[in-house]
């Protein structure tokens, strides 16, 4: 083989050219695809510096399993469970995630558009003696808010809750029986 390619001129060795010039176009090809702050930095976040969502929803006998998600300022979030069980006494990390700007921004949207500052501490059906209760707690521009449901439907809240669970990955997402019992007494606000 070698002799046939030496009998017709052909070179074995190639010139660093020959790559050069394909390594090259590659590069151009994916800057111009894709802007500077993807490629070196996230996007900065649109919403207020210390914007932080706490969010927890559990039973209300003792031993009922519990969940919760905090997202931090930047959009990372984390996903905390305690199992089921009366020797259950901690929350234990389940998994991370990150939101992006995007992610934050609806949140931030909804949670203004649906006044959250503006709602009471906490709202109850005191009819219902078991059930289960969700609360909220959100920082933004200096305020901190802390919002508890205990077995009743609120709309303004739980559009909120039902925006974070659209954004948040699906093992992270919270649920608590207002969202699903259609008989629920329901509140505006």
Do not use: C, W
């Amino acid at each position: 083989m070698v002799d046939l390619l030496r009998k017709y001129g052909a070179k074995m060795s190639m010139s660093p050219r020959v790559f050069f010039i394909p390594l090259f176009a590659l590069m151009i090809g994916i800057a111009l695809a894709v802007s500077p702050s993807d490629l070196f930095a996230k996007k900065k976040m649109t919403t207020p510096d210390d914007f932080s969502i706490f969010l927890h929803s559990a039973g209300r006998l003792p031993g009922s399993p519990e969940y919760a998600i905090r997202i931090a300022p930047d959009g990372h979030g984390m996903n905390y469970e305690k199992p089921e069980g009366l020797d259950k006494k901690e929350m234990v990390l389940v998994s991370e995630f990150d939101l992006d700007a995007t992610a934050m921004k609806k949140i931030y949207d909804v949670i203004k558009k649906e006044k959250f500052f503006d709602l009471k501490q906490e709202y109850r059906d005191p009819n219902i003696m078991d059930g289960d209760f969700a609360e909220m707690e959100i920082t933004a521009d200096g305020k901190k808010h802390r919002v508890t449901t205990i077995n009743i439907k609120v709309d303004a809240f739980d559009n909120i809750v039902r925006e974070i669970n659209t954004l948040t990955p699906k093992n992270a997402s919270i649920y608590y029986n207002a969202l699903l019992v259609d008989d629920y007494k329901r509140v505006e606000r």
